[in-house]
């Protein structure tokens, strides 16, 4: 059925029978406005997601489309060491697509919602020429918030999972690669996730003095660390984490995606060296690779890059920029 035949409130209703029941909702879908209860700080973030400028609908599904809507919001949570606690959602699609397709959507969004526990309060739905996703996501801070402004020289520099992945997806989308290794890279893309239990258990353990999700690329979501820190990094090329794909794909020794690629959503943090131990504690039990990358520098020093050979570069216009 087509979403023009079944109409807007009728499909608002279906969704309302479908969304779970949160007790911290005290009221839900189906008025002018959400009423929740939060407790103690709350953080709240938005984003969006459109056809044509993040995403080809040739290249995913809508409910790969609705889960990674759903991580990229929650990812900035994760960053301050929060938790996601309740979800506001504007669609706007094109009337021709099938009730089928939003439902999709929706099934993919719950599920990603679901093992944090974040409610769907709220949002709107308006045909458009194109599909544009809206989040606005409100979450908790229960063992108070990490910034990017706690950076202190001296510290270690680290980052978890493996980086550049999800820029060489799209790399691989738009050149059609089809081979198995080239499947995992494009599925970094198109359905990432937030590094969410991680985010908490830095913030609960006390390990980070700062921190920031890998959105518009390392070298670029370091520079606003250091610059809200107002300190300098240095970054150890050799030690940047690569999946094998990235090493067969792109080569052991060609960091420039992993330098540059956004999307990754890891998180990037400092720590004073005393945390080490600490940090892969936390690494392995959360079976997460979480790798020291670098370290703090005086601002002065600005931001480097160190090749194993000893060399030293200070790259300019890194990463993702939506006007440039």
Not at 86 to 94: E, H, V
Request: charged share 20%.
């Amino acid at each position: 059925m087509k979403l023009g035949d079944l109409g807007e409130f009728s499909f608002l209703r279906r969704l309302r029978a479908r969304v779970p029941v949160d007790r911290g909702v005290v009221l839900g879908l189906g008025d002018d406005c959400a009423v929740v209860s939060p407790l103690g700080l709350t953080l709240l973030t938005t984003d969006v997601l459109i056809e044509g400028v993040h995403f080809r609908r040739e290249w995913t599904t809508f409910a790969l489309l609705g889960e990674k809507a759903f991580a990229v919001n929650a990812s900035d949570i994760a960053a301050m060491g929060g938790e996601p606690t309740f979800a506001l959602l504007s669609l706007a699609i094109p009337r021709t697509c099938e009730v089928e397709e939003l439902e999709a959507f929706f099934d993919g969004f719950l599920r990603a919602a679901a093992p944090a526990g974040t409610a769907l309060v709220g949002g709107n739905l308006s045909a458009a020429p194109c599909v544009i996703i809206s989040v606005t996501l409100l979450g908790r801070a229960p063992y108070g918030t990490i910034t990017r402004a706690g950076a202190r020289v001296g510290d270690d520099l680290y980052v978890t999972g493996t980086i550049g992945d999800a820029a060489l997806g799209l790399r691989l989308l738009q050149e059609g690669r089809e081979e198995p290794l080239a499947q995992q890279s494009k599925a970094r893309f198109l359905c990432p996730a937030a590094r969410l239990m991680l985010g908490q258990e830095i913030a609960a353990r006390r390990l980070a003095t700062a921190m920031i999700d890998i959105s518009d690329g390392l070298l670029q979501d370091l520079e606003h660390l250091c610059e809200e820190s107002q300190v300098g990094a240095i970054i150890e090329a050799a030690a940047l984490p690569l999946s094998p794909a990235y090493r067969t794909l792109v080569g052991e020794q060609d960091w420039s995606i992993a330098l540059t690629g956004g999307e990754d959503y890891e998180l990037l943090f400092t720590a004073p060296p005393e945390q080490r131990a600490k940090i892969q504690t936390l690494a392995y039990e959360a079976d997460c690779p979480i790798t020291r990358i670098g370290g703090i520098v005086p601002q002065a020093e600005q931001i480097k890059v160190c090749g194993p050979d000893g060399t030293v570069s200070a790259p300019r216009h890194w990463g993702y920029d939506h006007f440039r």
